[in-house]
């Protein structure tokens, strides 16, 4: 079955970011002159996505307003010429279908997927962290979903970690398939490098069967009352193959305010307009 819906967990108070996030969505930071959520979107577009559900909370109507038409600034637009605005606003609000739904309160990632249940229902979908921001030539998402056409099971991205990481994320214990694909054996949450099964760490970006909603609802909350979604991913594996991508490409962990500015500067650099100033604004600090 082609994987057509995506789900966007965007529900949390961003405070890392405080006092920034006080009042604005972390998701709606601009990383350059784009806010984080549309890398993740337009990664979901670029891999075949037609319906992307948005788990908001209170406080994040300007993520529904920034994807829906603006027809007063699209008429301002048109009226001073800026054609080329125009277009991208235009082009924004066609992404995709977008559907907003509201989690009362912050019981986890794996609560915050399973609200998209209804949204997805019996088919198999794509889950993306709006925290990361992949840069890779095939879409870090298209990456997974070419794993699961393959081995018709969910894929979950894998990269590389070291020590100070493995009490960052979730790390895996793999059987290598090919070169960069992995059956995942087993995943613990956080488990610091005494305990870890390998240097490979799970990184924000999944593509399930339906089966993980079962297993999130069997999922106990932990000590703060969440309900964290590799606890759900541990039961699928109970009952069908996982498997890890080791994905290609540069990562950016945006909900980092090191890795934001990582993210800003070598983006920039890419682009034509930026690349030279910036270069030279660079080398005059050294």
Not at 22 to 40: A, F, T, W
Not at 122 to 132: G, H, M, S, T
């Amino acid at each position: 079955m082609k994987i057509r819906k995506a789900i966007i967990p965007a529900a949390g108070f961003g405070t890392r970011f405080l006092p920034a996030t006080k009042s604005q969505p972390k998701e709606m930071l601009s990383v350059i002159d784009r806010p984080l959520i549309l890398y993740s979107v337009e990664e979901a577009v670029q891999s075949g996505i037609e319906s992307i559900a948005i788990i908001t909370s209170r406080g994040k109507s300007s993520m529904e307003d920034y994807f829906d038409s603006s027809p007063e600034l699209e008429r301002f637009l048109e009226e001073k010429g800026k054609l080329d605005y125009l277009k991208e606003v235009r082009r924004i609000s066609g992404l995709a279908e977008f559907c907003y739904i509201r989690q009362k309160e912050a019981l986890g990632l794996g609560h915050a997927v399973l609200m998209g249940e209804k949204f997805i229902g019996q088919e198999p979908f794509a889950v993306l962290l709006p925290d990361d921001i992949y840069d890779s030539h095939t879409p870090c998402t298209k990456q997974l979903i070419d794993a699961y056409d393959e081995y018709q099971a969910s894929a979950i991205v894998l990269g590389r970690t070291d020590e100070e990481g493995t009490k960052m994320y979730g790390i895996v214990k793999p059987r290598q398939v090919t070169e960069r694909v992995f059956q995942i054996e087993d995943l613990v949450e956080k488990p610091g490098p005494e305990k870890a099964f390998s240097d490979l760490a799970s990184l924000g970006r999944y593509v399930f069967t339906p089966e993980i909603f079962e297993g999130i609802k069997k999922t106990k909350p932990d000590h703060r009352g969440e309900i964290q979604l590799p606890d759900g991913v541990k039961y699928v594996l109970e009952k069908q193959k996982v498997y890890g991508v080791l994905f290609e490409g540069d990562r950016y962990d945006c909900g980092d305010k090191m890795g934001f500015l990582e993210a800003t500067i070598s983006l920039a650099l890419k682009r034509p307009e930026f690349s030279e100033g910036l270069k030279t604004f660079l080398k005059s600090l050294s």
